[in-house]
């Protein structure tokens, strides 16, 4: 099945007749079927007549560029036709922005649906595609429709607050700062075996960030779903290894279930730190973001650590502020800028003398 019954005949028609050789039986164009010597009919249909499909029975079916086939035609025809032979079904296309294809290929990729497991291709996987074609296509498209045609990414359009070039990247914290941990928490699972098919769930999003004259450089990010135990033992766990001079909880529901379990645990480890509350200032998240990292991005002041949460915090920085993509990790990392104070001192300052000591300024008066 291809979104039309013509787009399944310009992929397959000829192809089929030629796999099939001496296995078919008998053909007939006019119903694009092929019926094979041991009586097994293959037949090309398309999603914009799905009612041909009903009152059948499937052993398997593929569809092709389920993109751009309507959701409803695979739950409400085409999987009840599978049922009665306990068919199977392959769901294939190109990646068109963040739809019903995206949430199927996430749900199996994850192992949220454990009926479904996903795959993926790009064009440099296709040995019969020259490297010198998908090159020049690179020069001549836009990144956006380049990674989406090309390299098979799921790619909600944004409107491109964020650039790629100004993505920079450290190999080590920096010589002089502080840690400060931001905490966006989201809501919690119920127990640890849960799962769910909702993709759209946020996450919560532990930020380690140090702050210091050279900027910002982004450690680690934690991020998940997890029970409220594992949520305050996961911040715990950071603060342990970070040793921050604050931890900051974005102020909501979730964190107040989080700060009397976390009190509880500081109180049974003997491990003391300080807690602040979070807020957005009554501005509009996107203002916040902005405010708080474009420039910074945009001047190299925030530098990135590699790890294994960078492919999910630059997807949603490159895509914000599009509602079809999580920010959770972008809007954690944003609070740095209202959890962190910055300490001016002269760091090259001599201080051998009694008379010479590095000082911090005060707010108020400036000196």
């Known amino acids: 099945m291809a979104p039309t019954q013509g787009q399944a005949r310009d992929i397959m028609w000829d ?10 039986k008998n053909t007939h164009v006019n119903n694009l079927t092929v019926t094979l010597i041991n009586n097994v009919t293959i037949a090309l249909k398309g999603a914009d007549r799905p009612q041909t499909m009903r009152g059948v029975s499937l052993w398997f079916i593929v569809l092709d560029e389920y993109a751009d086939i309507k959701p409803d035609v695979w739950e409400t025809i085409l ?13 294939i296309g190109t990646p068109m922005g963040r739809n019903h294809f995206y949430e199927l290929y996430k749900a199996a990729e994850l192992g949220d649906d454990p009926d479904f497991v996903a795959y993926h291709y790009t064009s440099y996987d296709n040995p ?10 690179q020069k001549s498209m836009s990144s956006h429709n380049f990674r989406q045609e090309y390299l098979a990414s799921f790619e909600a359009l944004g409107s491109a607050l964020f650039e790629e070039d100004w993505v920079q990247w450290a190999e080590e914290p920096m010589a002089i700062g502080e840690w400060y941990i931001a905490v966006d928490p989201a809501g919690f699972e119920a127990h640890k075996q849960k799962q769910t098919k909702n993709t759209r769930l946020d996450e919560t999003a532990i930020v ?14 934690i991020h998940g779903r997890w029970t409220l135990d594992e949520t305050v033992d996961k911040i715990f766990s950071a603060v342990q290894k970070y040793k921050p001079l604050s931890v900051g909880i974005e102020k909501g529901i979730a964190q ?5 379990p976390l009190q509880d645990k500081m109180r049974s480890t003997g491990r003391f730190f300080q807690i602040q509350l979070l807020t957005h200032g009554n501005q509009k998240k996107t203002d916040r973001v902005m405010w708080a990292l474009q420039g910074r991005f945009e001047h190299g002041m ?3 650590a590699t790890g294994t949460w960078n492919a999910t915090f630059l997807d949603q920085l ?8 999580h920010d959770d990790l972008i809007d954690a990392l944003a609070y740095i800028d209202q959890l962190a104070t910055e ?5 090259d300052m001599d201080i051998d003398t009694a008379d010479d000591w590095a000082v911090e300024m005060d707010d108020f008066s400036g000196y």
């Open 15 to 24: 192809l089929l007749i030629e796999l099939g050789g001496e296995l078919v």
């Open 208 to 221: 380690c960030c140090q702050v210091g004259p050279e900027g910002w450089y982004v450690g680690d990010i």
């Open 256 to 260: 107040q279930a989080i700060i009397s």
């Open 79 to 91: 999987l009840p036709a599978l049922s009665d032979l306990d068919g199977t079904a392959l769901f």
């Open 318 to 325: 490159f895509q914000f502020p599009s509602p079809l993509t």
């Open 128 to 137: 019969y595609l020259k490297r010198s074609t998908i090159a020049r296509a």
């Open 343 to 347: 300490t001016y001192v002269d760091y």
């Open 302 to 304: 925030i530098k990135l």
